[in-house]
């Protein structure tokens, strides 16, 4: 016998055949259905014609016609379908209820896939981390802003930076401060946007998935105003993207509080960007940081190229993972030939999980590399993590 029931492997001209019987016959005894319909198809065995009819008829004593028999059929595929769209639906699992730190009601949320971490915050300013597939609260953080008593701070708005791994957060006192998400030990402002004209209200973030340094972070404002800063390498972001209720009329010559341009707000938001990016992985000695490090003190201390210890110099140019570069290099070339002839920077998104052919490979050269890193120096810098989360992620999946 041949898979599937007798039906499912008829074609239309079988039923054509099929139905051609039931115009000289308006129905059929068991015996009589199996030998014409067996003798006109010629598909199939006498025995499941048999199983045909007693799937269609009911009693021993009733007779098949095309009316029973196309009945039977459309019930079948209306099963099927059913069948089939409950297997495409999505099997929630049930509803969890996580206890918030917050004294305030949670007003904003959000689910950094990448890193398996969900962050709350409150209008209050209470940051909570919930990491793992269980989401057990990682960490709670007081978010500060030294412009503002803290029983005035009130929140309105939060991005995650997802690329920086930093969060950007606007205030009603028309700031917006920058934290870096996965320092443990501080949670303090890093960077700061100040004097805009009016508080933000929502905000929302983009940056381009091979090229992490071009971004654009957008601002809703108390104003009507819908504005982008844009931070590109090279170019010159910033500036209005549209007035709302003002005609657009301002675009690009809007004056901020603080007596600042938008262009220098846009000027200052690409050096943000840029610096976020660069430092992401360097060494961060310091404590309370409002200002930039200076080069000197984030250089790589494992090796003598006297460069900076950023993500780019990490992966692609120290030479204290040469030998780990030679074994996996290659092996990403074979899988992707244009790798071989990227430039430093070009590497990054096959190195860092981007490219989704060669993430494996990526992600077992990271782990060495943050291995012969971790042996090298007694205790590993917190900034580290964002490379090591991406190997968790990439094990996981
Ligand atoms: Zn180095």
New binding site residues.
């Given amino acids: 016998m041949e898979a599937g029931p007798l039906e499912s492997r008829l074609s239309m001209e079988d039923y054509e055949k099929l139905q051609s019987l039931f115009l000289v016959s308006v129905s059929f005894s068991r015996a009589e259905f199996i030998e014409q319909a067996w003798s006109a198809v010629r598909r199939g065995s006498r025995e499941e014609y048999g199983l045909l009819f007693d799937s269609v008829v009911v009693t021993q004593e009733q007779r098949i016609d095309w009316e029973r028999l196309t009945s039977f059929l459309l019930l079948g595929l209306s099963e099927k379908e059913e069948n089939e769209r409950a297997a495409t639906v999505p099997r929630w699992q049930p509803p969890r209820t996580l206890t918030p730190p917050h004294p305030f009601n949670v007003i904003l949320h959000w689910w950094l896939c990448i890193h398996y971490l969900l962050t709350s915050l409150c209008k209050g300013g209470t940051l909570g981390v919930w990491a793992g597939e269980d989401f057990a609260l990682l960490q709670t953080h007081r978010l500060h802003n030294d412009s503002v008593r803290p029983k005035d701070l009130w929140v309105t708005a939060m991005v995650v930076l997802h690329n920086v791994h930093k969060i950007a957060v606007s205030f009603t006192s028309k700031e917006l401060c920058f934290y870096d998400l996965l320092s443990k030990q501080q949670f303090s402002c890093q960077y700061k946007l100040q004097g805009l004209r009016y508080a933000p209200l929502s905000l929302d973030y983009w940056f381009h998935p091979t090229y992490p340094a071009q971004a654009v972070l957008t601002m809703g404002d108390t104003g009507g105003q819908v504005r982008g800063e844009g931070g590109r390498q090279g170019d010159k972001g910033g500036g209005e993207m549209g007035t709302g209720g003002k005609g657009g009329g301002e675009t690009g010559t809007g004056e901020r509080g603080g007596g600042e341009t938008v262009g220098q707000v846009g000027e200052r938001w690409e050096q943000v960007i840029e610096e976020l990016s660069e430092h992401s992985l360097a060494i961060e000695k310091g404590c309370h940081r409002q200002t930039w490090h200076s080069r000197e003190d984030s250089l790589?201390e494992?090796?003598p190229?006297n460069?900076v210890?950023t993500e780019l110099?990490?992966l692609t140019s120290?030479?204290?993972y040469d030998h780990i570069r030679d074994t996996y290099f290659p092996q990403i070339t074979q899988i992707l030939k244009e790798f071989e002839n990227k430039p430093n920077f070009n590497e990054l998104p096959y190195l860092l999980g981007e490219i989704p052919q060669c993430t494996i490979t990526a992600a077992r050269f990271v782990t060495c590399c943050h291995k012969k890193r971790a042996t090298s120096e007694e205790q590993t810098p917190l900034q580290i993590q964002p490379i090591f989360m991406f190997i968790c992620f990439t094990i996981c999946t």
């Fill in positions: 790589c494992h090796c190229q460069e210890e110099h990490f120290c030479q204290m």
